[in-house]
């Protein structure tokens, strides 16, 4: 089944307690981006990533940090979370074709909260 | 710099109205428009898309005409269920590998 899979669904966790939320499809998609979903505002991008070694920032990312060593892999870097970061969080990825008309398939969701 | 505005919620309608959500965009280019429709607990999934002027995508019941005259994209359904009840994101992909969503419409269909 083509999926995008994200881990962990839910996370409590404190101020400055670096953490990381990773991201897989298994559709051999080239463009993958993370984004965070809050109330009034819709999805902001935060990174997003045309291939291997290749991320550039979105709309919003200060405070994280994204790699992207494999294919299939993208995941998202806090390394000193704050209560602002408080979000639901989804990670998307979409095949690239040359040009802007693929549709992105996107994870379950991430909720994230820092005390 | 691009943007979409979407008409704000939550809108609420019995079973079998008319929906209309409207979405209007900014951009320069010749941007991709798409709806998006977010179940409770779940990820966003595609409704339907549409790539240039004048195309019309269509999904389950859903429409949605690219109207580059009035830099539009509303989300019609001539008769909604109680299925339909979620949160709709109008989108827009305009080069430049960047996606920006509206804020999002939750719409609740009662029975």
């Not at chain 2, 827009?92 to 719409?107: D, S, V």
């Amino acid at each position: 089944e083509a999926q995008v899979t994200q881990n962990p669904r839910y996370l409590i966790t404190v101020t400055g307690k670096k953490l990381t939320v990773t991201c897989s499809q298994n559709m051999n998609h080239e463009y993958m981006s993370w984004y965070r979903q809050d109330p009034g505002l819709g999805l902001r991008q935060i990174y997003y990533s045309m291939n291997v070694e290749v991320t550039d920032k979105g709309d919003v990312p200060e405070g994280y940090k994204v790699s992207r060593k494999e294919k299939r892999n993208f995941p998202l870097i806090l390394e000193s979370p704050s209560p602002n970061q408080t979000s639901l969080y989804f990670c998307a990825s979409s095949a690239w074709i040359g040009g802007n008309d693929q549709p992105q398939h996107f994870g379950d969701g991430t909720r994230l909260s820092i005390l | 710099g691009n943007s979409v505005t979407q008409m704000e919620g939550p809108v609420t309608l019995s079973e079998e109205a008319f929906l209309t959500i409207n979405c209007t965009y900014t951009a320069t280019g010749y941007p991709s428009l798409f709806w998006y429709v977010q179940y409770p607990g779940e990820g966003l999934q595609l409704l339907l898309k549409a790539t240039k002027a004048d195309d019309k995508g269509s999904n389950k019941g859903f429409e949605a005409t690219y109207r580059k005259e009035t830099t539009s994209f509303h989300l019609e359904k001539g008769s909604v269920q109680v299925s339909d009840s979620a949160v709709y994101f109008c989108a827009l992909e305009g080069g430049g590998f960047k996606t920006i969503f509206g804020a999002g419409t939750r719409l609740f269909v009662k029975a």
